[in-house]
């Protein structure tokens, strides 16, 4: 996966987070507002360009020995960074720059920890998380639109990155 769309897959999870601070002027009103706003359009219609994207890659069969649901990680994401943030009335310049350094740690460890997954627009377009080892014990984790996965299946998906996989659609 490229720089690129691990970005874009980041300002994708953070955009209900920015919609929130435009709306109530968390950095200001007028330019910081708008940069906000402007940042939650881009990040929500990136995740559709990601998905587009990845649709494009060659499927393969994905051998399933167990899975199990990990849907809880998008809402303890939100639980515990996305509602904090939103309290946030950041009024003078130092405050701000705080607040902008702990988003720029957590996208970097987001990034390098691959946890694209944790996406909450992924799950309000019916994605699904689960957590999946392969018959020879190498964890992968599943984007798919089931409610649930049968050990011992076989799927059909697409590599997102190199532990993160989506299903193909039928």
């Known amino acids: 996966m490229t720089a690129l769309s691990q970005a874009m897959l980041f300002l994708s999870s953070y955009?209900?987070?920015l919609a929130v601070f435009?709306?109530?002027n968390t950095f200001g009103k007028g330019v910081p507002s708008i940069v906000c706003a402007a940042l939650a359009v881009v990040g929500a219609a990136s995740l559709p360009l990601m998905l587009t994207l990845n649709a494009s890659t060659a499927a393969q069969p994905v051998h399933i020995?167990?899975?199990?649901?990990r849907d809880g990680d998008v809402l303890a994401?939100?639980?515990s960074y996305l509602v904090p943030f939103a309290s946030i009335?950041?009024?003078?310049?130092r405050e701000r720059v705080a607040v902008g350094i702990f988003i720029g740690l957590i996208a970097v460890l987001y990034v390098r920890t691959e946890m694209f997954y944790v996406n909450p627009l992924l799950a309000l377009v019916g994605l699904r998380v689960f957590a999946v080892q392969t018959p020879n014990g190498t964890p992968v984790v599943l984007l798919c639109?089931?409610?649930?996965?049968?050990?011992?299946s076989t799927i059909t998906a697409r590599r997102f990155s190199d532990?993160?996989?989506?299903?193909?659609r039928a």
Do not use: D
Request: charged share 15%.
């Open 15 to 17: 955009s209900p987070l």
């Open 22 to 24: 435009a709306l109530l």
């Open 65 to 69: 020995a167990t899975a199990s649901p």
């Open 77 to 79: 994401y939100i639980a």
């Open 89 to 93: 009335n950041a009024q003078t310049m």
């Open 145 to 152: 639109r089931r409610r649930f996965i049968q050990s011992n």
């Open 163 to 168: 532990y993160v996989w989506m299903e193909k």
